[in-house]
């Protein structure tokens, strides 16, 4: 595929972003990455996504696709000579679509919940919520992924990289806060998927290292609270 067919506008730290460049990685497309600044979106951003005006945005011959998880299966069902990312059986295609939707409205959002928590007792609580999600999870992926490495089976597949995407930030966030998110004494399949998908040769180079992330968050709080005061 040519690269000036495709193109895909984001930033390097975006897990959403990630997802994108995951799928295309998978089916060896070739495309341009337009960097976006975030902090004073681009008219190319406002125009391409008027609705959400967020990043990630697939351009595919000049059209624009919106929405990480929407541009995923856009990817799966554009491009079929490379391996699929979504199941082919119906039934197992809607189950990778309901745990991708649970971790987006459900489980990833507790751990941004945690962050944004202050006070000991309160942080307790939700790390109770994220480690009830978490046996959720490992319930799910030892059902799924049938005793294979991942919950695509052989290979990295649609909820792994929806999930799999979020990891450079937990770990990041892991270190600044000083404390576990997956634990591999309660959830140890979880844990071991999760360190066999970051070092997949698939990934590894796109998911940021979680140091690098911490330094970027860092800088954020610094702007943010300058701004404030």
């Known amino acids: 595929m040519a690269t000036n067919s495709v193109k895909l506008l984001g930033v390097w730290a975006s897990l959403y972003v990630n997802r994108v460049e995951i799928a295309l990685k998978i089916k060896s497309i070739e495309y341009e990455f337009i960097q976006e600044n975030v902090l004073n979106k681009s008219e190319l951003l406002l125009k391409s996504n008027p609705v959400y005006k967020k990043i990630p945005v697939l351009f595919h011959d ?21 391996p699929s990312i979504l199941p082919s059986d119906p039934y197992d295609h809607a189950i990778a679509r309901f745990w991708a939707a649970y971790i987006d ?33 490992e319930e799910a992926f030892m059902k799924i992924s049938k005793g294979k490495s991942y919950f695509g089976g052989d290979s990295i597949g649609y909820v792994d990289i929806v999930l799999g995407s979020l990891l450079g930030w937990v770990k990041a966030i892991e270190i600044m806060d000083e ?39 860092r800088k954020y709080l610094e702007m943010k609270e300058a701004t404030s005061s």
């Open 62 to 82: 000049e059209k624009p696709i919106c929405e990480s998880l929407v541009i995923l299966q856009y990817i799966d069902e554009a491009w079929l000579n490379g």
């Open 105 to 137: 409205e459900k489980w990833y959002p507790l751990v941004a919940e945690y962050r944004n928590t202050e006070g000991k007792e309160a942080k307790a609580a939700v790390v109770e919520k994220m480690s009830e999600g978490n046996l959720l999870l």
């Open 179 to 217: 404390m576990k998110i997956l634990d591999e004494t309660k959830t140890p399949s979880l844990a071991e998927w999760a360190e066999r998908f970051c070092s997949d040769n698939v990934v590894k180079d796109i998911i940021p290292q979680p140091e690098r992330l911490v330094g970027i968050y």
